[in-house]
């Protein structure tokens, strides 16, 4: 058999991410291409329970880091595990979630490894002479550029939303292997000893499938209460412009954008947004984007497929009990 395919996985608090079981989906797809097994990485505390899941979704054998250094991410830690690892097993190529922590982990695994990188993928093709085409935007989203890895072995991470996960399949079940480590606290130059929130939990931007965002136009934060009881009936989550973010309406972790989050949600409704191009780049690859506007020449229009012209303080309690109708019956 070849060189396998390898995935690093995420979870929080004991729980896989979303986006995890679809990056372990799209490497059971580039693995069956390629006629090769499937290995999983989960690194963590007291986390075999879950490990067993990623085999319903097509992992072939699961790799298990546990200790409690690894309760907290660290770049060290993850780092040097992640890249002994990969110098043991040899994988034809590497796949991870393109989430704020594998934004970190990648580039640090990449050149350690002295291999390529190819970040934020939203398409995964074969070559005929075997190689894993990388599929990317840029410049905005302006254009869509095809990569091609001269190094063993290759590395993309994927974004959030784009690929499909397998429906779990309990009939399938994977190896699931504990790691002796080799690295220990006093390894690591720093130590993350607590997390502090400063917002309620609740979903990431980025792994949301509806989002309902507010800019400029919603005029000052105490107005994002009618998006924030939307986005509940609706089961999704609110987000925000860099103009809004700016003004101190909302914090950063909400902010869509060139230079904030790029989202990749089924529905995505912009609410006094008018739409430059920095927020369009982040979400340009968004299923479905309603607009609602009372300029009906801001530029949000040009890429939405549904507009409402007209003031959003009207609009959305409208739709907001029309839907409560629906959703009553």
Known sequence: MSKPVFVITEQRDGVFIKVTYEVVSEGRRIADQLQTELITITLCSEVLDIAEQLGNYGADKVLVAESDIFINYTAEGYTKV??????????????????????????????????????????????????IIACRPMYAGKIIADYEFDSIPQMVSLRSNIFFANEPDPSKSAIVEKINLTISSSDLKTV????????????????ADIIVSGGRG????????????LAELLGGVVGASRAAVDAGWRPHSDQIGQTGKTVSPKLYIACGISGAIQHLAGIRSSKCIVAINKDATAPIFEKADYGIVGDLFEVIPQLTEELKKVIEK
């Open 218 to 229: 919603m005029k000052c934060p105490e107005n994002y209460k009618i998006l924030e009881e």
């Open 192 to 207: 993350v000893k607590k997390i502090v929130t400063t917002t309620a939990a609740k979903m990431d931007l980025t792994e």
């Open 82 to 131: 992640i890249t002994d690892i990969v110098r043991q097993i040899d994988p034809v190529g590497i796949l991870l979630p393109a989430t704020a922590i594998d934004k970190d982990l990648a580039p640090r695994v990449a050149a350690k490894l002295d291999i390529g990188l190819a970040t934020d993928c939203i398409r995964l093709l074969i070559s005929e002479n075997g190689k």
